[in-house]
């Protein structure tokens, strides 16, 4: 972003910033924290949705399905509560390039899956297949995550409580240009 | 400047006792808390998850019921079709509510091939609905159905379960209702005895569960699925008429 803009619009504000990075955060985390915990009590019907992708060998995408669910609740809890929010989004950003590259893969290969992202997955009727929706999504999620990465700091972070000294110096040093204070 | 009160604040901080030092918790310290929890979590789960389908495949008898030639392969309802007419294989769930609809709706058209040994009909009765489900009906219906093909009456305990599933998909089938669909379909007196200890015994479980496990492996990942030779039958616009053209067209 340019500095003329920065310097005009409300985004400039450090404190827009927080609570856009604040609803990234939440989106975001949610989101992953919602479709963990859809998974988490079903972990063979976790494992079926990654094997009808087809990508993995049987027994890899076994132990994917299994270990998914509950990453995903991790991820989301640290979002949620913003801990560790940079870690966390990269994270969460990572599986969501893989999520639009196995979605998109599905596509291309002319399979009829549900995604399998909130609980369910395996093969439908390829008129219920919502693969565009299903990539929409993950790109805005992906988005999210990249924001929170570039950007960590977000209002009401369970980090900025548990660790001020950290963000006393994140205050000073970066970016000053940014952190300048409205006229 | 920056560096003199860089300096100054190294120094007080020299001076300072450690754990005065910082105000907060320590973040390597959390974080590795954190990490670590992540990492045996997951762990666990890969564990628990493998142990369970591990328990679940090895659990019951490993015997083949009648019609089946090997783990994982369907029940064969008419091993006398001859080589020249395609294979038609149907995998089902005996939970699926849209398998009930499809054997409602086509069920006695696909037996007439099989009677007429138009088609070598192979059925494959899965069972992964139990997990979305939350119970173990249809595992059990797949176990009572092997055990009926033991006495040459899979044909029609696989036409009476679906007949007799529940409105309310998960309501899943007790042992009784199991039972009721063995003496609907003629298995009685000493063969329902016969059934009975197959079916508590669970001597066919651990082929059930190769059947499921087979399916995934050869892509069906839904029910009811249709594979004509080996190649899916797409259910958009099915009718007996289209897979009777199709039957024609594939026998050789």
Same mark, same amino acid.
């Given at each position: 972003?340019?500095? =003329?803009?920065?310097?005009?619009?409300? @985004?400039?504000?450090?404190?827009?910033?927080?609570?856009?990075?604040?609803?990234?955060?939440?989106?975001?985390? %949610?989101?992953?924290?919602?479709?963990? #915990?859809?998974?988490?009590?079903?972990?063979?019907? !976790?494992?079926?949705?990654?094997?009808?992708?087809?990508?993995?060998?049987?027994?890899?995408?076994?132990?994917?399905?299994?270990?998914?669910?509950?990453?995903?609740? +991790?991820?989301?809890?640290?979002?949620? /509560?913003?801990?560790?929010?940079?870690?966390?989004? @990269?994270?969460?950003?990572?599986?969501?390039?893989?999520?639009?590259?196995?979605?998109?893969?599905?596509?291309?290969?002319?399979?009829?899956?549900?995604?399998?992202?909130?609980?369910?997955?395996?093969?439908?009727?390829?008129?219920?297949?919502?693969?565009?929706?299903?990539?929409?999504?993950?790109?805005?999620? #992906?988005?999210?995550?990249?924001?929170?990465? /570039?950007?960590?700091?977000?209002?009401?972070? /369970?980090?900025?409580?548990?660790?001020?000294?950290?963000?006393?110096?994140?205050?000073?040093?970066?970016?000053?240009?940014?952190?300048?204070?409205?006229? | 400047?920056?560096?003199?009160?860089?300096?100054?604040? =190294?120094?007080?901080?020299?001076?300072?006792?450690? !754990?005065?030092?910082?105000?907060?918790?320590?973040? &390597?310290?959390? %974080?590795?808390?954190? &990490?670590?929890?992540?990492?045996?979590?997951?762990?666990? =789960?890969?564990?628990?998850?493998?142990?369970?389908?591990? +328990?679940?495949?090895?659990?019951?008898?490993?015997?083949?019921?009648?019609?089946?030639?090997?783990?994982?392969?369907?029940?064969?309802?008419?091993?006398?079709?001859?080589?020249? &007419?395609?294979?038609? $294989?149907?995998?089902?769930?005996?939970?699926?509510?849209?398998? %009930?609809?499809?054997?409602?709706?086509?069920?006695?058209?696909?037996?007439?091939?099989?009677?007429?040994?138009?088609?070598?009909?192979?059925?494959?009765?899965?069972?992964?609905?139990?997990?979305?489900?939350?119970?173990?009906?249809?595992?059990?219906?797949?176990?009572?159905?092997?055990?009926?093909?033991?006495?040459?009456?899979?044909?029609?305990?696989?036409? =009476?379960?679906?007949?007799?599933?529940?409105?309310?998909?998960?309501?899943?089938?007790?042992?009784?209702?199991?039972?009721?669909?063995?003496?609907?379909?003629?298995?009685?007196?000493?063969? /329902?005895? *016969?059934?009975?200890?197959?079916?508590?015994?669970?001597?066919?479980?651990?082929?059930?569960?190769?059947?499921?496990?087979?399916?995934?492996?050869?892509?069906?990942?839904? *029910?009811?699925?249709?594979?004509?030779?080996?190649? $899916?039958?797409? #259910?958009?616009?099915?009718?007996?008429?289209?897979?009777?053209?199709?039957?024609?067209?594939?026998?050789?």
């Amino acid at each position: 972003m340019s500095g =003329a803009v920065a310097d005009v619009g409300v @985004l400039a504000r450090p404190r827009t910033r927080d609570v856009i990075g604040l609803l990234a955060r939440l989106v975001l985390g %949610a989101v992953i924290l919602v479709a963990g #915990l859809l998974k988490v009590g079903h972990l063979e019907t !976790s494992a079926r949705a990654v094997r009808a992708y087809q990508l993995l060998p049987y027994d890899v995408a076994g132990y994917v399905g299994y270990a998914l669910p509950i990453l995903e609740v +991790a991820v989301g809890v640290l979002l949620v /509560l913003g801990l560790f929010t940079r870690g966390s989004a @990269l994270v969460g950003g990572v599986l969501m390039v893989v999520f639009i590259v196995g979605i998109s893969s599905a596509w291309a290969r002319g399979l009829s899956i549900d995604c399998g992202c909130f609980g369910k997955g395996g093969t439908i009727a390829a008129a219920q297949t919502q693969y565009p929706q299903e990539i929409a999504r993950d790109v805005g999620l #992906l988005l999210c995550a990249a924001w929170l990465v /570039l950007r960590p700091r977000t209002a009401l972070s /369970l980090e900025r409580f548990l660790f001020p000294d950290r963000h006393d110096q994140a205050r000073i040093d970066p970016d000053p240009h940014h952190e300048r204070p409205p006229a | 400047m920056t560096s003199s009160s860089a300096s100054r604040k =190294a120094k007080i901080q020299a001076a300072t006792p450690k !754990s005065q030092q910082r105000k907060g918790a320590n973040p &390597v310290v959390v %974080a590795t808390v954190v &990490v670590v929890v992540i990492v045996a979590a997951v762990v666990t =789960a890969v564990i628990l998850g493998s142990r369970d389908k591990e +328990a679940a495949t090895t659990a019951g008898g490993s015997s083949l019921p009648k019609g089946a030639s090997a783990m994982g392969t369907g029940i064969v309802v008419n091993p006398g079709a001859p080589a020249n &007419v395609p294979t038609l $294989d149907l995998y089902e769930d005996f939970q699926c509510p849209i398998c %009930a609809e499809f054997e409602h709706r086509f069920g006695e058209g696909i037996t007439a091939l099989a009677e007429k040994n138009q088609v070598k009909l192979v059925f494959h009765t899965l069972s992964f609905l139990d997990d979305n489900l939350r119970n173990d009906s249809s595992n059990r219906a797949a176990n009572a159905a092997a055990c009926a093909a033991d006495q040459g009456k899979f044909l029609e305990y696989h036409t =009476a379960t679906f007949g007799g599933q529940p409105l309310k998909e998960g309501a899943g089938f007790t042992d009784a209702a199991l039972k009721s669909f063995a003496e609907k379909v003629g298995i009685t007196g000493a063969g /329902l005895t *016969t059934w009975q200890q197959c079916y508590d015994g669970r001597a066919h479980n651990q082929y059930v569960e190769s059947v499921q496990t087979q399916s995934e492996k050869d892509g069906v990942h839904g *029910t009811p699925t249709l594979k004509l030779n080996g190649k $899916d039958v797409s #259910l958009n616009g099915f009718t007996n008429e289209s897979l009777d053209a199709a039957v024609k067209a594939a026998t050789k």
